[in-house]
């Protein structure tokens, strides 16, 4: 089952917590590649020193301010696509970067194997038929650490434990 547009219009850290263990389709090519989500971290509005809208809306950064459920995607280091997910409200600029799939370990990593570009940017997760996500019943521990490699922003938001990780269940014995 699609995760609909109301999933992503909650505030960062609850979306982010509940996206652990989820479900990414990509269709490509007349496809379906279905990922489990493993590591993700929240950025929080412009008050966020480690977030892209922390000097305000600017044309990379845009659809930031737009309702939940669409996809931010930036070019770093030009080489590396970035995945991220809009939560929240309208002028409440949040985000989800997706860090980890069960079997790809880093964000630059999952775009290139996923195909994911610049033609991604403000695609809508409900109604897309080459990304969203869907529910999924596999239970999650979730880890929660710093967010990685934001040595640019001060406390306490470089250390605000903002990055979500899929642990393994522990197994009774």
């Known amino acids: 089952m699609r995760l609909d547009s109301g999933f992503f219009r909650r505030d960062v850290l609850e979306v982010a917590h509940d996206l652990i263990g989820k479900t990414l389709v990509r269709n490509y090519d007349q496809q ?9 971290e929240a950025y929080g509005g412009i008050e966020d020193q480690a977030s892209h809208a ?8 845009a659809v930031m ?14 080489m590396y696509w970035m995945l991220n997910v809009v939560t929240g409200m309208q002028e409440e600029p949040q ?13 630059g990593k999952l775009t290139k194997k996923l195909f994911i570009d610049k033609s991604f940017y403000g695609e809508d997760l409900s109604l897309s038929n080459r990304i969203w996500f869907e529910e999924n019943d596999n239970e999650s521990f979730i880890l929660r650490q710093p967010r990685y490699g934001i040595d640019y922003a001060q406390e306490p938001w470089k250390s605000m434990p903002w990055r979500f990780i899929k ?6 014995s």
């Not at 379906?32 to 993700?40: A, M, P, Q, S």
């Not at 922390?54 to 950064?61: I, L, V």
């Open 65 to 78: 301010f737009e309702q939940g459920g669409l996809v931010y995607v930036y070019l770093i280091y030009g």
């Open 167 to 172: 642990a393994p269940l522990l197994q009774n």
């Open 32 to 40: 379906l590649y279905k990922f489990i989500v493993t590591e993700v």
């Open 95 to 107: 985000a989800i970067l997706i860090r980890g799939l069960e079997g790809i370990s880093g964000p």
């Open 54 to 61: 922390r000097f305000g809306k600017t044309r990379r950064n």
